[in-house]
C-alpha cells in the first residue's frame, strides 16, 4: 500500500515538473547569480515581461546571432519597451571544459555588445533544466501574468549562416510582440535549434 502511495506521490511530482515549464502554465521560480555575484529571481521582476536566452558564446549558432549583430539588436530594442533581458548559461560547473565563470562570462559578453539585463551563471543547471532548456540560443517569454507564454527557436532559418538571419520568419521577436501587445501566440511551443546546453 505504501508503495502505491510513494509511486503515486512520484507520479505527481513527475507531473508537476512536466507541467511546469508547459506554455500557458505558471512559468517556475529560480533564484540564480549573475557574473557579479548578485542574485537575480523571478519575483524580482514581478509584472514585467521576461526574455530568457540559453548562451554559449563558443557555439556556432549563438556566433550567428551574435556576429550579425541580431541578438544585440533584439536585447536594446525590447529593454528599451522595459522587457527583462536574462542571458543564461547552464554550462555545468564540475565540468573544467565546457564551464565559464561569471567574470570571464561577463568578459565575453561585453566583448559581444551584450545588451541584457543580466548575464546569469547557472552552473548547476537546475533553472535550465526546470525550463527544459535544450539548446543555445533556446528562448522563452515570460508575461506579466508570470506565466510562460513562449519556448522556442529564435527564428526560422536553423542554419549557422549570418546571411540567413535577415531572410529567416522572425519566429520569438513576432511572439514578443504579441505578448506586449497581449495578443494570442501562434506556434509558441516549437523546436529550437542550436547547440546542446552543457549540463
Not at 514585467?48 to 549563438?62: A, D, H, Q, R, S
Amino acid at each position: 500500500m505504501k508503495l502505491l502511495a510513494y509511486a503515486t506521490l512520484a507520479g505527481a511530482f513527475a507531473l508537476a515538473s512536466v507541467t511546469a515549464k508547459e506554455v500557458g502554465k505558471a512559468a517556475p521560480e529560480f533564484s540564480v547569480q549573475d557574473t557579479a555575484g548578485k542574485e537575480v529571481s523571478l519575483a524580482d521582476h514581478k509584472g514585467k515581461t521576461i526574455v530568457l536566452e540559453w548562451v554559449n558564446f563558443g557555439c556556432p549558432f549563438v556566433k550567428k546571432h551574435y556576429g550579425s549583430g541580431n541578438m544585440q539588436k533584439l536585447q536594446e530594442t525590447y529593454t528599451a519597451k522595459e522587457v527583462v533581458w536574462l542571458t543564461v548559461s547552464s554550462a555545468n560547473k564540475d565540468k573544467a571544459d565546457v564551464f565559464v565563470e561569471g567574470s570571464k562570462l561577463a568578459e565575453a559578453a561585453k566583448d559581444q555588445g551584450s545588451k541584457a539585463t543580466a548575464i546569469l551563471v547557472d552552473g548547476d543547471g537546475k533553472l535550465g533544466k526546470s525550463y527544459g532548456a535544450e539548446v543555445t540560443p533556446h528562448m522563452m517569454i515570460i508575461d506579466k501574468e508570470g506565466k510562460l507564454a513562449y519556448r522556442g527557436e529564435i527564428d526560422s532559418l536553423h542554419t549557422t549562416e549570418q546571411s540567413d538571419v535577415a531572410k529567416a520568419d522572425k519566429t520569438f521577436a513576432n511572439a514578443l510582440d504579441n505578448v506586449l501587445a497581449g495578443k494570442p501566440v501562434e506556434n509558441a511551443n516549437n523546436k529550437p535549434y542550436g547547440c546542446g546546453v552543457k549540463y
